[in-house]
């Protein structure tokens, strides 16, 4: 039976990479049922509504969520970012976000957290918009959110031809966190004897990333860190139109959400000069979720092997890779 996935276009440039993505899916032949939902910004200013918790409760029942970038300039900041786009990462417990990067020569995967940190909304404010005001964003880092992510991450290692983790974190200033994660990577690291390890603070991180990036395999850090480093990591690797990720609910209680590492980038929206492959490469990874594996393999080859020709728009750049999958699917084996 075919999939059912749940598509929110959003805003600025989301609506148009994730049409690409769609397209793109259908020329590799997969039956999925596709169902749009209005939510972002846009829609915010419009109606009023983030996400009404109907729409959440009528989500949970897809097989994935495909989002294109939610994020529009006159909405106070904030109030889309955290009221449906990391609602949904924390009510659904997609606890990894999972960013690979392939590009220039590189292959690394960062394991972000994804449910915790400074992230998770704990804080506060106090004596506003007086001179005595006080603001705290504390970071959230419990044991058993750790202990999943890390895990997580030596699994997939393990799996992978080099074997190593890079721990990034800032162990140095932030002791109790540091210490928290620090720990607890050792502990797992003990029971893969055949994963080697690594620990770097992340602004250590910030120079290897662009002057070694090689050295890394997979890197597993917190929320704040994986999130910085990730547009760094699609910087380093041919742009961060190019990064796709992965907000997984490894569990399976639930449907996992996939989406580019990129906003809604206002600043170009409308122009039909985004680059959709990380959309395209997102849908991949939906797609290698669900089941269709043979299906995001044959995408991920067409982004690969199909390079936009420069100067390319939004849409040709989805023809391009749309005929290559098409192409692919008359290779011999
Ligand atoms: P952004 O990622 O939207 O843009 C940063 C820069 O990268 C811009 O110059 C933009 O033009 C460029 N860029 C991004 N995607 C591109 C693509 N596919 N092709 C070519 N160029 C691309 O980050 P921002 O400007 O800081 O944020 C804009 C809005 O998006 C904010 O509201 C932010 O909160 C939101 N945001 C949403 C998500 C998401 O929905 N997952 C992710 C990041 C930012
Ligand atoms: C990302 C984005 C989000 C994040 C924002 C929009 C909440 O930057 O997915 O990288 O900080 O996680
Ligand atoms: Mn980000």
Redesign the pocket.
């Known amino acids: 039976m075919g999939k059912r996935v749940a598509v929110i276009g ?1 805003d ?3 609506p148009e ?1 994730v049409a690409e993505a769609l397209k793109v899916v259908r020329a590799a032949g997969v039956d999925l049922e596709t169902v749009a939902y209005e939510l972002g ?1 846009a829609h915010y200013l419009r109606t009023g509504e983030v996400l009404p918790d109907e729409t959440l409760a009528a989500l949970r029942d897809f097989d994935a969520i495909l ?1 294109g ?4 300039p006159g909405v106070p ?1 904030g109030v ?2 955290r009221g449906l ?1 990391l609602r949904l990462r924390f009510e659904l417990d997609l606890y990894i976000n999972l960013r690979p990067f392939r590009g220039k020569g590189l292959d690394f995967v960062v394991v972000r957290e994804n449910t915790e940190g400074p992230y998770t909304g704990e804080g506060g404010v106090i004596r506003k918009g007086t001179p005595y005001e006080v603001a705290t964003q504390g970071s959230v880092n419990t044991r058993m959110g750790v202990e999943r992510c890390v895990r997580f991450a030596f699994e997939l290692a393990a799996a992978r031809a080099r074997k190593h983790v890079t721990l990034v974190h800032k162990t140095n200033v932030l002791t109790y966190a540091g210490d928290l994660w620090q720990r607890t990577f050792e502990e797992v690291a003990a029971e893969h004897t055949d994963v080697s390890t690594d620990y770097n603070h992340v602004d250590a991180a910030c120079i290897y990333l662009v002057e070694a990036p090689q050295r890394y395999d997979v890197i597993v850090t917190d929320n704040l860190f994986g999130d910085i480093l990730t547009d760094l990591g699609g910087a380093v690797t041919g ?3 190019q990064a796709a990720s992965a907000n997984l609910n490894p569990a399976r209680t639930g449907p996992s959400l996939f ?10 929206a409308g122009t039909g ?4 492959i ?1 959309c395209i490469r997102s849908a991949a990874m939906l797609l290698d979720f669900v089941g269709e594996g043979e299906a995001a393999a044959r995408i991920v080859r067409a982004c690969t092997e199909a390079p936009p020709s420069p100067g390319a728009s939004t849409s040709a750049i989805g023809d391009a890779i749309a005929f290559a999958v098409t192409q692919d699917l008359t290779k011999e084996p």
């Not at 970038?69 to 529009?72: I, R």
């Not at 989406?259 to 170009?268: F, K, L």
């Not at 000069?273 to 959709?276: D, G, I, L, Q, W």
Request: charge should be negative; aromatic fraction near 0%.
């Open positions: 959003g600025g440039i989301g990479v910004g989002l970038a939610v994020g529009t900041p889309i970012e786009l742009g961060i139109g989406e580019p590492v990129h906003g809604s980038a206002p600043d170009i000069t985004a680059n959709p990380a």
